[in-house]
């Protein structure tokens, strides 16, 4: 693998994620993880493999007898594509990086025992796990020979990433499509698997790292503190992660809470408006124009808190309207409405905690739905162990009645078991660290004598 952990935790965190993987998705029955080798030989090897009983209670792991990718693996040039042999989707996530989806097995182009047999497989999706090659590397990589493919072109040249895994979920017949909320899970918890074998290496180096301290502390201190705190500060991708989830509840909350309103479609009636009012102004508005049209659109996939949303609108939306009109002027009463949706945008982020629409949602009992929306519409901008928890625990009460609940919860566990190890694990080094510069000083002052 192109990172190095210890295998026994390697397949552990495989497992995990499989076992996240098939609870959470009611349709998956089995799942398997490969790891992908160092380049160039990147072999393919089959780590821990598991399939769910009908009950959906219990898992039951164990490699298949027979499998070209059990260990030891193949290696790039036996399953790249070529013409001449059939082609497999494990070629396109690991040349491509990108996730396949067999929604048809039975026209399953990236099916070998289709090709091969005339035997469709089954539902299946597949995800890589990648990597950032400077997180994985730590901004200093060795100098990798990476494979050509059948073009001849370099594997990853102008990718930021090297794929380190991928993740092959089964399906029960007709219940997975490409671009499917299931598929978007899948690809959240590969980014998740990702993120965790990354601090899995961290602390395998750290360790690594102490023991050549010992043998010399002035030039591993200089080491082990550029290398290890860079690569801490990376960490923010967790939060990232943790930030996405709780939008998603953020928007699933407000889908629930507004399905009777009829302010459910405010944010898109705004968005809407501007869009037009830039449409008829022609070609006049040249790119800020268009700027503006992809802003106002990504607004639509955002589910910030208020404070912070009102801010993004700001920035993003109402200071390039400025510049526009300044440029290309319109009558009072189309600026009046292009006022107005602006402010409408920003009323819409307060929906979710309107005391009105709140007021009219009786579903759940009152003090979960206080404690509920104070939390997911609380500044995330330092997010701590202790309001994970919280969020983790209410949604483990089935009044709440979200439709991804379940999943959300999974996901949030994860990220909250990862935050807490980088956490840790920068604490041990800079306690390491001290020891080490307290170590140094030592020395430098014997030299002074």
Not at 9 to 18: D, P, Q, S, V
Not at 145 to 167: D, H, Q
Not at 275 to 291: A, F, S, W
Not at 436 to 448: A, F, M, Q
Request: aromatic letters at 8%; charged letters at 30%; glycine letters at 6%.
């Amino acid at each position: 693998m192109a990172i190095k952990i210890d295998q026994a935790i390697l397949k552990k965190a495989c497992k995990e994620i499989i076992e996240s993987i098939l609870f959470c998705l009611p349709n998956a029955f089995k799942g398997t993880v490969y790891r992908i080798g160092k380049p160039p030989e990147m072999v393919a090897t089959r780590i821990a493999s598991g399939i769910i009983d009908d009950e959906r209670k219990k898992i039951s792991w164990g490699l298949p007898e027979r499998s070209d990718y059990n260990p030891p693996g193949r290696p790039w040039i036996e399953y790249k594509d070529e013409p001449g042999r059939p082609m497999e989707a494990m070629a396109w996530c690991v040349e491509r990086q990108k996730s396949w989806t067999a929604e048809n097995p039975k026209k399953d182009i990236r099916s070998v025992r289709l090709q091969v047999e005339g035997v469709w497989e089954d539902f299946h999706h597949m995800e890589p796990v990648l990597i950032r090659k400077e997180d994985l590397y730590l901004g200093n990589g060795p100098s990798l020979e990476y494979p050509k493919n059948y073009e001849g072109k370099t594997l990853w040249e102008n990718s930021e990433y090297v794929v380190v895994a991928v993740i092959k979920i089964h399906f029960q017949p007709n219940t997975i499509k490409v671009g499917s909320p299931e598929a978007m899970f899948i690809k959240r918890l590969s980014r998740a698997l990702g993120t965790e074998l990354l601090s899995y290496q961290l602390r395998q180096q750290s360790v690594e790292v102490a023991h050549q301290l010992a043998e010399d502390k002035l030039n591993s201190c200089n080491i082990l503190a550029d290398s290890l705190r860079n690569a801490i500060t990376k960490s923010g991708l967790i939060f990232s992660l943790i930030k996405l989830e709780l939008g998603s509840l953020r928007e699933q909350w407000e889908d629930v809470l507004l399905m009777d309103s009829d302010k459910k479609g405010m944010k898109r009636e705004a968005v809407h408006t501007l869009n037009r009012t830039i449409e008829n102004m022609g070609e006049n508005t040249n790119q800020l124009g268009k700027d503006l049209v992809d802003v106002q659109n990504r607004f639509l996939e955002f589910f910030l808190p208020p404070e912070r949303g009102e801010n993004w609108v700001r920035m993003q939306v109402e200071e390039r309207w400025d510049k526009l009109l300044r440029e290309k002027p319109l009558d009072a009463e189309q600026e009046n409405g292009v006022r107005s949706a602006i402010k409408q945008m920003k009323r819409s982020l307060y929906l979710g905690k309107d005391p009105e629409i709140l007021a009219k949602h009786n579903r759940i009992p009152e003090a979960l739905k206080n404690e509920w929306v104070d939390l997911i519409y609380m500044n995330t901008d330092h997010i701590g162990i202790d309001f994970l928890d919280r969020v983790v625990h209410i949604l483990e009460n089935p009044s709440l009645n979200l439709p991804y609940q379940g999943k959300c919860r999974k996901s949030l566990i994860h990220l909250k078991t990862l935050a807490y190890v980088i956490g840790q694990l920068e604490d041990n080094i800079n306690v390491v660290l001290q020891q080490i510069l307290n170590g140094r000083d030592d020395v430098l002052n014997n030299k002074s004598i």
